[in-house]
């Protein structure tokens, strides 16, 4: 066995705590120092050269305010040693003449930045200016007192929380980000995601989420587990109140509201079409059955990487009420929106089968209906006739019509993913975290694995099946066939995948932020023995999957 290539508390032991709070946005100017320039700097005629360096036209989830509200901005960048003094300065939407002129004494110090909110309304604060954003595309330019334009940025049309901007600031690159620097300088790399989601989960970070949570909802959760209370959510500068909060969990994970209890965060519970860079859910599992705190961001990287549809999934500091709550998991939530990102039609039933719910006539209404449709109508006939055809003959007579009602390949890849991963208590083994995706448009099921904390240990026969559609398919011999490819080529991605490489990136900081967790169930030493055990698997099993399935 090879020597791993790395010892977790070594790695983490200089690491940062990480951030001292959520980041706020305060409008003001920087300091300035102690010279401002006047208006005019260097030869005769020449305006000091402040330019408009990033718009965000479509805010509604990134930055606010002093008013706790989202409104659109304009940041201005000074590229200069000195301050400016913008007295006389004015911006518009158009290059005729300025709209709206900065007020007498307004500056922007050195090298600094000066946020402009363009919402129209003046009368809500020195920096609020008559003008508006069209983020289906539109200008913005700044006037310098002589009534010229010194400046602007013109942008295509943009989605919702995409800012365009100089990447880095001052520079001669323009382009849409979703890495927002309001104030702040922009980076070299705009990215190339477009999705504002994906600022959720950044892959190889830790990302701080604040939840606030009254005494009136904490009694209720002490009461009730399964009730829903208003909470306050922040993250990176926005803050949405209320969203419905309630905790999440089965048997082994659920705890109570005083113990280490994972969250579900429906944001649009009291507010329509409330949403945090454009999600509508959010996911914090709590990891209490993964003491390496590892096994999910190594199984729906696997997953991902083999096109079977997974959730993002990041690391999280967790704080409430202005306490750090522990580390957490934030886990892309499986809702119409991440339908989108995996099917070309989301618009279909998804159903989730909890411990021994299964593909039989018996357990058809015992399914949880997670999406219901375009209509949003309980109607199960797709599942029932699901069910029908998988109660009828097992053989190769069978094999077209199954071909025709499920995505063999994806939902072979699944199941040999979950015998690769060891996760006894998926479907494949145990009829248990799991949901099944009908696609209205090729009238096709795909099975998509969940609950992948307790993996990477408990290996069992890859033919061992429990699962109805499973067995089906195991029983059709060309079928096993097929699945015995995806078990071969499921163990050569888990090989590649390189387990302590993944890790690496995030271990640092995670491992701190363990050993600080005050409500942690395990301890440093299960961390570093059960994570040094994942990487042994991540050696090991794969071959042995691979040798049984050849020889």
Request: proline share 8%; with cysteine; glycine share 8%.
């Amino acid at each position: 066995m090879t020597p791993h290539r790395w010892i977790w508390l070594a790695v983490a032991a200089c690491a940062p705590r990480g951030s001292s709070g959520p980041p706020t946005l305060d409008p003001r100017p920087s300091e300035l120092g102690d010279v401002v320039l006047s208006p005019r700097s260097g030869p005769a005629g020449i305006w000091a050269p402040v330019l408009v360096d990033e718009v965000l036209p479509g805010n509604v989830s990134v930055s606010m305010d002093e008013r706790a509200e989202f409104a659109d901005w304009v940041d201005l960048y000074n590229p200069t040693d000195q301050a400016v003094d913008l007295t006389g300065w004015g911006l518009a939407d158009d290059d005729n003449d300025p709209d709206w002129l900065f007020p007498v004494g307004t500056t922007i110090g050195p090298r600094g930045h000066l946020l402009i909110f363009a919402d129209g309304e003046e009368d809500q604060g020195p920096l609020h200016a008559t003008l508006a954003l069209d983020r289906d595309g539109d200008d913005v330019f700044l006037f310098s007192p002589d009534g010229e334009v010194a400046d602007g940025l013109t942008w295509p049309a943009l989605p919702n929380d995409v800012v365009w901007g100089r990447f880095p600031s001052g520079g001669t690159h323009r382009a849409p980000s979703i890495r927002a620097t309001p104030l702040n300088d922009n980076p070299v790399d705009p990215g190339l995601s477009l999705d504002p989601s994906d600022t959720l989960f950044p892959p190889g970070e830790v990302v701080r989420i604040d939840l606030f949570l009254d005494q009136a909802g904490h009694d209720a959760l002490a009461r009730d587990t399964y009730a829903v209370v208003p909470a306050g959510v922040a993250f990176d500068g926005a803050f949405l109140y209320p969203v419905g909060l309630t905790i999440k969990g089965g048997i082994g994970s659920r705890r109570s509201i005083d113990q280490k209890a994972g969250f579900r965060l429906n944001l649009d519970a009291y507010v329509p079409g409330q949403r945090l860079r454009g999600q509508e859910n959010l996911t914090l599992n709590n990891m209490v059955q993964d003491d390496t705190n590892i096994h999910e961001l190594l199984a729906w990287a696997l997953m991902r990487e083999a096109d079977i549809p997974g959730p993002r999934v990041t690391h999280v500091e967790l704080w409430m009420n202005g306490e750090y709550r522990g580390l957490y998991l934030n886990l892309e939530t499986p809702d119409d929106q991440f339908l989108k990102r995996w099917f070309d039609d989301p618009h279909g039933n998804l159903y989730e089968g909890a411990y021994g719910v299964d593909l039989r006539d018996s357990d058809i209404w015992d399914f949880e209906h997670d999406e219901q449709g375009l209509y949003d109508v309980d109607d199960r006939s797709d599942l029932q006739a699901l069910t029908d055809f998988l109660e009828g003959p097992r053989d190769e007579s069978a094999m077209p019509e199954l071909e025709r009602r499920v995505d063999l390949d994806r939902t072979l890849r699944a199941m040999a993913a979950e015998v690769v991963l060891a996760h006894w208590d998926g479907y494949f083994y145990s009829s248990n975290n799991y949901r099944l995706y009908h696609e209205p448009s090729t009238d096709q099921w795909t099975l998509l694995p969940w609950g992948v904390d307790q993996t990477f240990r408990s290996t069992r026969d890859p033919w061992a099946d429990r699962g109805v559609l499973a067995g089906f398919c195991l029983d059709i011999p060309s079928c096993k066939g097929r699945y015995d490819i995806a078990l071969v080529e499921l163990a050569q991605r888990l090989l590649e995948l390189d387990c302590p490489g993944r890790v690496a990136p995030v271990l640092p900081e995670i491992v701190p932020l363990y050993d600080a967790d005050p409500l942690k169930e395990g301890s440093l030493d299960d961390m570093e023995r059960q994570g040094n055990d994942t990487m042994d698997f991540c050696e090991t099993w794969p071959v042995d999957v691979q040798q049984m399935v050849l020889r």
